[in-house]
């Protein structure tokens, strides 16, 4: 089956600085790679997600990039916020309802 | 609120007690899911419904017992649990059960004494 690997497990920045967190992936035949935020008591929610035929996509402060060739996929987090720390999933799918989770990066941003 | 209900949000049971999990989605989504997530591990699918019928279980124990009365309700019917079963079980909703994207509600936090 599928596997995910997500790094780092744990992610300090100060205000207004930039994060990433890596994915791999070990399946090729994966297309669709969603990630999830999830905030303390609450469950994962979607903030952005990407399709195998692109590369890069972008939403406000949120891009999402794809190497398909190298199996990995990241996001990029700019300017980043307070209310920005969480706890972030990655996943991979190559069927639409299975879907393969990271371990989670735990985010905080430092006012 | 992303439109996904669960109750009770934490349940304490012992290994021989018999509980339910309730999940109710007001989106009028037809695919419903459960997913287990310990501490440290990915989150882990357990059951997938599409329009009432199973269709994905992935080889979870018996003790945990999936219903699914119609679209919107989902339960989880629990019985002799271990203590290695605690976690946060997931509920989450899609439009269809391939490609869409998941809602998930609160979960509940469950220990297994």
């Given at each position: 089956g599928e596997n995910v690997e997500q790094h780092p497990s744990t992610l300090s920045v100060q205000e207004g600085d930039s994060a990433v967190i890596k994915?791999?992936?070990?399946?090729?035949?994966?297309?669709?790679?969603?990630?999830?935020?999830?905030?303390?008591?609450?469950?994962?929610?979607?903030?952005?997600?990407?399709?195998?035929?692109v590369g890069e996509k972008k939403d406000q402060r949120i891009a999402v990039t794809l190497n398909k060739t190298a199996k990995h996929?990241?996001?990029?987090?700019?300017?980043?916020?307070?209310?920005?720390?969480a706890v972030y999933f990655c996943a991979a799918s190559k069927t639409g309802n299975?879907?393969?989770?990271?371990?989670?990066?735990?985010?905080?941003?430092?006012? | 609120e992303t439109g996904v209900t669960q109750t009770p949000r934490h349940l304490v049971m012992g290994m021989t007690n018999k509980?339910?999990?309730?999940?109710?989605?007001?989106?009028?989504?037809?695919?419903?899911?459960?997913?287990?997530?310990s501490a440290k591990k990915p989150l882990e699918l357990m059951?997938?419904?599409n329009f009432k019928e199973q269709t994905e279980n992935n080889s979870v124990p018996s003790r945990f017992s999936p219903e699914c009365p119609n679209s919107s309700h989902l339960f989880l019917h629990?019985?002799?649990?271990?203590?290695?079963?605690?976690?946060?079980?997931?509920?989450?909703?899609?439009?269809g059960d391939r490609g869409y994207e998941q809602f998930f509600g609160p979960g509940t936090r469950l220990t297994v004494l």
């Open positions: 994915c791999t992936y070990s399946d090729s035949a994966s297309n669709y790679f969603p990630w999830y935020k999830q905030e303390l008591g609450k469950g994962p929610q979607l903030i952005i997600d990407i399709r195998s035929n996929f990241s996001l990029h987090i700019t300017e980043t916020q307070p209310e920005d720390s299975q879907f393969y989770f990271g371990t989670g990066t735990s985010l905080t941003v430092i006012p | 509980k339910s999990l309730k999940c109710e989605q007001h989106l009028g989504h037809n695919a419903m899911y459960w997913y287990k997530q059951f997938v419904y629990l019985h002799t649990l271990q203590p290695e079963d605690s976690a946060l079980y997931l509920c989450a909703s899609s439009l």
